[in-house]
Every structure is written in structure tokens, then in C-alpha cells.
């Protein structure tokens, strides 16, 4: 594209700073040099996708390799499609400008359920066929990886190879996959690489309705896919030349993973029950990366990331130690997940000292009954001491997350959200003496989504119905001073439900609701629960069928063929106990 | 405690990143270059610095201004080199100098006056232009509606053109030199004039290039009347003298 054309483009679309990379820390390779040159995209839009850290630790490995090449691309937003297809342009990479086609390998995030129409979105932009089976020599591997692999079906058709966990080790393995000479032979040496499923090797066995069947090897395919591990978490690479973007992104901060895996085990949490086992950084890597990491990216806040970063084993201590070396030079340190208990506060009150903004509490359900169905440690008094201690700290805003739709939950169960609420923000007025008008909590619904590897995956979900009736008992519930109550649509959890129980035939769904012009389903405005319904319709099927139906322990299902270490067996000890739990 | 004034220019790598992105871009740039800013006091504390009339988006810039304190005293020719050391491609220093000790914030206010040149590629007529010009310039008044704004309301362009002439017009190429008010007391901006030329078409594409700011009070002082300074002269800088 000449520079003209794409100054013609910039000119006409929203925030063009999406497209015109240059950003500090972007590596641009000599194309001609790089043996394998990947493509590595996020299926959303560029402030959502350079937050991803998943992305920059693989643009990092592969371009601190001599023989590969990475670059970037993003879904571009609906005027910058626009003006792509109305020119005829296709899709390009961000560093080179080189269209997507023209790479080795084109690498897909998945992320969450909801971007899987962007995936297609920009297969089609860039030109390449969006079936597997239709790609030829000249186009390139498409991989997918990342949270949404975990059950690959949805996607399989859509996909050369789909790699099943951490990308780390197995990305420099695919791009050497990728030096084969010709097509066939790419495909068999990705299917001999440990946790790559290579859809067109396997076939898909449907029992009646539902997610129902099985995914069978062919031709002397493994028959399972385990989930590939980084056994070394302090030795894993990890990018400290973070990419540091001109506009501001959802997280513009410097991200230290402090641990990986959750040792918790809450029974609805796919990223607990898939990504195991737990593994921590140490103290000393950690506190290095952070100062590399500051100095090559003038950031002014660290992120330490984990699924519960309260569990790792030295926190106190760097907490203390960052606080120390980043804290005068106007660095603060923040936190992205922590319990609901008073250490969590202290230590949110070490390291926040610089800069006091809320604090984020994950309770998910609203009696003790309920949260032990959940496999959730927190007892309510755990609760009113962080609160306490927050408080007394000085924090004034609180948000809080719930669910609604949890197994063997009742009525009250949903009452006490809005009764649990009114007491909490009763007690801060009374710890918060003369400051009661700055206290706000936020409280946040969402509606259970059952999730395959979980405890909880043969759990219906409430139908949509269901679920707007228990959000009226909320509205009536939840009033008063300080409290502001949010929900999370429910035909996007449907949604959301349905292609995360899906099976391969939900491929077809996906692909009828991208022709009807779905893009950017998860953000609400681009989001239509109609058009998802008629393109299950079109695809033969019943959203309901996947979304709401509860299956049998004995059923063999959809995502049997991957496994995440824990057997099916200990996932089904873990729910009967917990429904017993319930009755209690 | 030390206050440095600089000139930079926003070439075109980054014409398209927005006034707020530029300022953390800087603000990034300076923590890279390990310059010991001064951060103000409160709950979110951040660098003390100000810029001077933001360009707008898609322009390039030959003489941008910003102002910056540093904790301690340093040699205004290191602070230069440390932080294009540290910029983007793209962003680059001009010149950085030490403010008078007795200024406390520098705040450009004075700052008025703004030159562009206007670069239109395209199918056009140097004539056409050239006609539109003198109309626009005859013109009693120039009302335009500013939706974006709060309150609404309705602009006299007029009096906020300085200047404004065609200074090169090839086969697709016509470029304009416009000189227009800018600043807290009421700006011009140069796609307005634009659109009053009638170039805002599909098949043009306009170039923006702001060549420097000026303060006009003293643009126009009696000794030095008609005559256009880079501001850091007018500031007793080291400056490149009028245009």
C-alpha cells in the first residue's frame, strides 16, 4: 500500500494511532533475513489487544530469535474495515505493513468466546480462506492458542492447529513446523508437537443434541492433547522490552507475572482448572524484571499479575522491596487480584501508598452456604474484616463481584446479595466516621457460565428468563445510599455459555452469525442476541442445547479428547460433593 | 529545582497520535531517560509539565513547545541529548534552555499566533485556489459552527486569519501558508479554512504542517513590528531568529 492510500485511510477512521505502530519497543526485522515469519494477532481491538501479556511474551521469543520474525496485527475497528473493503485493501501487519497472507504462520489469540467472530473477521479481511480446508500452499498456517483452546471445537474448523496451553516453548516449535516445504508435511510435524490438536487429523462424533459425542483420532493421531506446561516459570522468557503503546490501552503499566496457576480450585473457574500446576517467580527474578522492565518503558506503575497474587509465597516481602526502590520515583505498584481478607488490605495498603484507588473484592456468592457449593474460602466475617480494614485505611470505594445462576442457588441466595450489601455499606458508615459521604461500593453481577474442565461443566445455565427474573430480585433488593449495582447482559452469557460448551457443529453457528454481520460481540454495542439465535438456527441447532442443558456425569463430551490434568473422574467428585454441600 | 523550556518537532511517524498521548509519550520518554522530574504533590502525583497550543490531530509540527521542571539543576545540552536518546521516531528535540530563575510556570500564555503550511495532493486548481483565497479574505465575515464545543456556538473565522496565501502550486499539489490566531483567547484552526476553500474532498488529501508559534504582542512591539520570532527568541533563548 502506498503511503498516500494509507494516510487516506488514517484520515478517516477513529484513533488512527491503532494503525500506525512505531510504538517504543516495536521490533522491526529484516523481513528477508527471517527464515519464518509470523503474524501474531489478537482478535480484538488494539487498545484491548496490547494489554494481552500473552502476546508481547511471544512477539518477544520469537523476535529475540535469529531465525524468526514477529509482528502484530488487531482486529481494526468497523470504520477501518470499512474503508479496507470498500478499497479492496486487505488486512496488514502493523510494523511492515505487509499483508497478513504473505506470512508463514498467522498466530490467533483466543481469548474469550466472544471474540470469535473477529477471528474469522480477519482471516476474511486478510484474504485467507476462513476454513482450513479450503487453504492452499500459498496460504499460511493459521494457529490459534491461548484461554479458549481448551476446548478447540468451536474453532477446529477455522484452525491448521490450535496449540493447547502455554505458548513459551511451543511457538518456537511451530515456526520450525512451518520451515517444511510443503503444506502436507507442516501439518504433520505441527501434530508431533506436545499440546498442538491438529483439527483435520480428528473426527467429530455427535450423540443427538448438545455437546454430546466425541472427537476421534484418524490415521494413528495421539488421542488426547494434554495441555503443554512451562515447567520453569523463573526460566521461562519473559519480555521486560515491554511494547509501550501511544494510546492509552485498558492496562498502560508495566505487568510482572509473579506466579502462574491458582491453587484455590474455585469449581467454576476454568482458568484455575486448566492452568495447573501453580508455579512462582522468585523474589529475585522478579525484582530484577521490574527494574529492567521500568527502565525500558518509563512506565509509572507495576502490575503484579496472578490469578491470586496474595498466594505467592514471598509477597510481603516484594511488596515491601518494590515499594522501597520504585516508590520516590513516583512508581506505584498495583494489584490486580485479591481476596477478600484483612492481609490482602494490609498489604494493598504497603504498596499503595503512592496512589489509593479501590480495591476489587471477588466474593461471587452472598451466603456461606453458597460459596462452599462454589469451593469458595472466604467465610462472611473474612469479609467484614477486609472491609474494616480498608476502611479504617482510608480506601472509601469498594467493588465487589457477584454472580447469579450458581448451582443449587436459591431466591434468598440472590436476596442476600442486596442484604450482604446494605449491612457492608451500614458498617463502613460506621467505621468511616465523618467521612461516610466518599464511601461507594460498586457491585458487579454476572450470570454463571459453565465451562468445560471445570467442576462444574455439566451444569445447565439458567435460561435468559431465569436470569432477568433473579436481576429483578436484585433491582428490589439492592437499594440504597453508596451502592451501585451493574449486570452483565444475559444473552451475552448465553452466548458466552453456548460456544464454550460447544462442539465443532457450533462452528458452522459462528460462521452463519459473521456472515450476518456479527463483530465485536463483546462489547454491547456491537452486540446482537438476535442474530446469534437465528445463526444457530441456521446451523441446525439450539443455542439452549449447549447453553442450558445439563449433562450426564457418564455422557461423553465435546472436549473429552483434551486434557488439563485433572481427570474427568476427580471433576466429577468434586461437583457431587459440592451439591451434597448444598443441601446442608 | 530547575524549569527547562523545549522546542520539538512532531514529524510524521507520530502526526496521528493525539495531544493527550503525546504528553505520556513524553512523560514515558523522560522517566526513560532517568531526567529527575519533579512530580507534584497529592494522591496522584505526576510530572510538572506544560505544553504549548496543542497541534491538532494529523498535523506535524517543526517547533512544538513544552516546558518541564527537573528536581535539580542540569545542563540544558545533556537534557537535550538524554531524551532523544528516549523519544519515538519521529519526536525529536530542537532545543532545550533554562527558564529565568524568577519564572515560576511557564504556560505559553502569551503564545497567539500560529503558522501552517497546507499541503493539498489531489486533483486541484492553483487558480481555483488562488480565487477561493481572495474571496475568503475579502469576506466581511466568516461564520463558522462549532458543534464540538460546549456551549455551541457560532465563530467568526475572520478576524482569526493573520494570512493566508498560496506559496507553491504544482500539477497535484497546491500548498498554502496560513497564519492564524491560536490560544486560550480564540483560535483558528486550519481545517476550517479548509473547508471554507472548499478542499475537503474525497479525492484530496490535506497535509498539515505547523511551523512555529508566536506570541504577537511582541511580534508587533514597536521596535520589532511585522516582524514574525520563534518564540524561544522572544523568550531570550538560543533562537533561530524570524522567519
Redo the contacts between chains.
Keep these: 500500500m502506498k503511503d498516500?492510500d494509507f494516510?487516506?485511510l488514517?484520515?478517516r477512521v477513529l484513533k488512527?494511532?491503532r494503525y500506525?505502530n512505531?510504538?517504543?519497543n516495536a521490533v522491526h526485522k529484516d523481513r528477508a533475513a527471517a527464515r519464518v515469519r509470523v503474524a501474531l494477532v489478537y482478535p480484538d481491538v488494539y487498545e484491548v489487544g496490547m494489554s494481552h501479556l500473552g502476546l508481547q511474551i511471544l512477539y518477544h521469543v520469537l523476535n529475540s530469535h535469529p531465525d524468526f520474525l514477529a509482528e502484530r496485527a488487531f482486529s481494526p475497528w468497523p470504520d477501518m474495515e470499512a474503508e479496507l473493503r470498500s478499497r479492496g485493501l486487505p488486512l496488514t501487519s502493523l510494523e511492515s505493513r505487509t499483508p497478513l497472507r504473505e506470512f508463514d504462520v498467522v498466530g490467533i489469540t483466543l481469548p474469550y468466546e466472544l471474540t470469535y467472530s473477529n477471528v474469522l473477521n480477519v482471516l476474511d479481511i486478510a484474504g485467507i480462506p476462513i476454513r482450513a480446508a479450503e487453504r492452499g500452499e500459498n496460504d499460511p498456517l493459521v494457529i490459534g492458542g491461548g484461554p479458549g483452546a481448551v476446548n478447540p471445537e468451536p474453532m477446529a474448523e477455522f484452525f491448521d492447529g490450535i496449540l493447547v496451553g502455554e505458548g513459551e516453548e511451543a511457538i518456537v516449535e511451530i515456526a520450525e513446523a512451518a520451515t517444511a516445504p510443503r503444506r502436507a508435511e507442516k501439518l504433520e510435524r505441527l501434530a508431533e508437537i506436545a499440546g498442538v490438536y491438529v483439527p483435520s487429523r480428528y473426527e467429530a462424533v455427535h450423540e443427538g443434541a448438545g455437546p454430546r459425542g466425541a472427537v476421534l483420532p484418524r490415521n494413528g493421531a495421539p488421542e488426547r492433547i494434554e495441555r503443554r506446561v512451562v515447567e520453569d516459570l523463573d526460566a521461562a522468557p519473559f519480555p521486560t522490552r515491554q511494547l509501550?503503546p501511544?494510546?492509552?490501552t485498558v492496562h498502560?503499566r508495566v505487568t510482572l507475572e509473579i506466579m502462574r496457576g491458582c491453587a484455590r480450585g474455585c469449581h467454576f473457574c476454568q482458568a484455575g482448572a486448566t492452568c495447573r500446576p501453580v508455579r512462582t517467580r522468585s523474589l529475585e527474578t522478579l525484582l530484577r524484571q521490574a527494574e529492567e522492565a521500568?527502565?525500558?518503558?518509563?512506565?509509572?506503575e507495576i502490575s503484579l499479575l496472578a490469578f491470586t497474587s496474595v498466594d505467592h509465597r514471598d509477597i510481603r516481602e516484594l511488596a515491601a522491596k518494590l515499594v522501597e526502590r520504585f516508590g520516590s520515583?513516583?512508581i506505584g505498584i498495583s494489584l490486580p487480584s485479591l481476596r477478600a481478607d484483612a492481609f490482602s488490605v494490609e498489604l494493598a495498603n504497603t504498596i499503595q501508598r503512592?496512589?489509593?484507588t479501590g480495591l476489587t473484592f471477588a466474593p461471587e456468592a452472598a451466603t456461606d452456604r453458597l460459596r462452599r457449593v462454589l469451593g469458595k474460602q472466604l467465610a462472611e466475617h473474612d469479609l467484614f474484616a477486609a472491609a474494616e480494614a480498608a476502611f479504617a485505611s482510608g480506601w472509601n470505594r469498594l467493588k465487589l463481584y457477584f454472580m447469579i445462576g450458581l448451582p443449587t442457588e436459591t431466591d434468598e441466595d440472590v436476596a442476600a446479595i442486596g442484604d450482604l450489601m446494605q449491612r457492608l455499606a451500614r458498617f463502613g458508615r460506621g467505621v468511616m466516621e465523618g467521612k461516610q459521604g466518599r464511601l461507594r461500593i460498586g457491585i458487579s453481577v454476572s450470570a454463571f457460565v459453565p465451562k468445560p474442565h471445570t467442576p462444574f461443566q455439566w451444569v445447565g445455565q439458567d435460561r435468559r428468563e431465569e436470569l432477568a427474573r433473579k436481576q429483578a430480585i436484585l433491582q428490589q433488593t439492592l437499594r440504597g445510599h453508596h451502592l451501585k449495582l451493574s449486570w452483565t447482559d444475559a444473552g451475552t452469557s448465553a452466548l458466552e455459555a453456548a460456544i464454550s460448551r460447544g462442539d465443532r457443529r457450533v462452528g458452522r453457528a459462528i460462521e452463519a452469525a459473521w456472515r450476518a454481520g456479527a463483530r465485536f460481540d463483546s462489547w454491547g454495542e456491537h452486540f446482537d442476541f438476535a442474530r446469534w439465535e437465528r445463526a444457530f438456527s441456521e446451523a441446525g441447532l439450539r443455542m439452549e442445547d449447549y447453553a442450558n442443558a445439563a449433562l450426564g456425569y457418564d455422557d461423553r463430551l465435546a472436549w473429552d479428547h483434551v486434557s488439563c490434568g485433572v481427570r474427568k473422574e476427580a471433576l466429577r467428585a468434586k461437583v457431587e460433593a459440592a451439591l451434597t454441600e448444598g443441601e446442608t | 529545582m530547575a524549569q527547562f523550556v523545549c522546542r520539538y518537532r512532531k514529524g510524521p511517524?507520530?502526526r496521528?497520535?493525539?495531544h493527550?498521548?503525546?504528553k505520556?509519550?513524553i512523560?514515558?520518554?523522560?522517566?526513560?531517560a532517568?531526567l529527575p522530574?519533579e512530580?507534584t504533590q497529592g494522591?496522584?502525583?505526576?510530572?510538572k509539565m506544560s505544553f504549548g497550543p496543542p497541534l491538532p490531530?494529523?498535523a506535524t509540527g517543526e517547533a512544538e513547545l513544552l516546558a518541564f521542571h527537573l528536581a535539580q539543576a542540569a545542563d540544558p545540552a545533556q537534557v537535550k541529548e538524554r531524551l532523544d536518546n528516549?523519544l519515538?521516531?519521529?519526536l525529536e528535540i530542537g532545543e532545550v534552555w533554562l527558564a529565568p530563575p524568577q519564572k515560576k510556570k511557564e504556560t505559553f500564555g502569551e503564545v497567539d499566533l500560529a503558522e501552517y503550511l497546507i499541503t493539498v495532493?489531489g486533483q486541484v486548481s492553483a487558480e481555483q485556489v488562488r480565487s477561493r483565497v481572495k474571496e475568503l479574505l475579502e469576506a466581511g465575515e466568516l461564520m463558522v459552527h462549532r458543534g464540538g464545543e460546549r456551549p455551541e456556538r457560532e465563530v467568526d473565522l475572520r478576524p482569526l486569519i493573520q494570512s493566508l496565501d498560496v506559496v507553491q502550486a504544482g500539477d497535484d499539489e497546491v500548498v498554502l501558508r496560513a497564519r492564524l490566531k491560536t490560544g486560550s483567547h480564540g483560535g483558528a484552526r486550519p481545517q476550517e479554512v479548509v473547508q471554507f476553500l472548499g478542499l475537503e474532498r474525497d479525492d484530496c488529501?490535506?497535509?498539515y504542517h505547523r511551523t512555529g508559534v508566536y506570541a504577537s504582542a511582541e511580534a508587533t512591539a514597536p521596535k520589532s513590528r511585522g516582524v514574525w520570532r520563534r518564540w524561544s527568541r522572544s523568550r531570550g533563548g538560543p533562537g533561530r531568529g524570524g522567519t
Aim: aromatic fraction near 6%; charged fraction near 25%.
Design positions: 498516500f494516510d487516506v488514517l484520515s488512527p494511532a500506525t512505531g510504538e517504543w509501550v501511544f494510546l492509552e498502560s521500568v527502565a525500558a518503558t518509563g512506565h509509572d520515583r513516583g503512592v496512589r489509593k | 511517524e507520530v496521528w497520535i493525539s493527550l498521548d503525546l505520556r509519550t512523560e514515558r520518554a523522560m522517566r526513560r532517568e522530574l512530580l494522591h496522584n502525583p505526576h510530572p490531530m494529523g528516549q519515538p521516531p519521529g495532493t488529501l490535506i497535509g
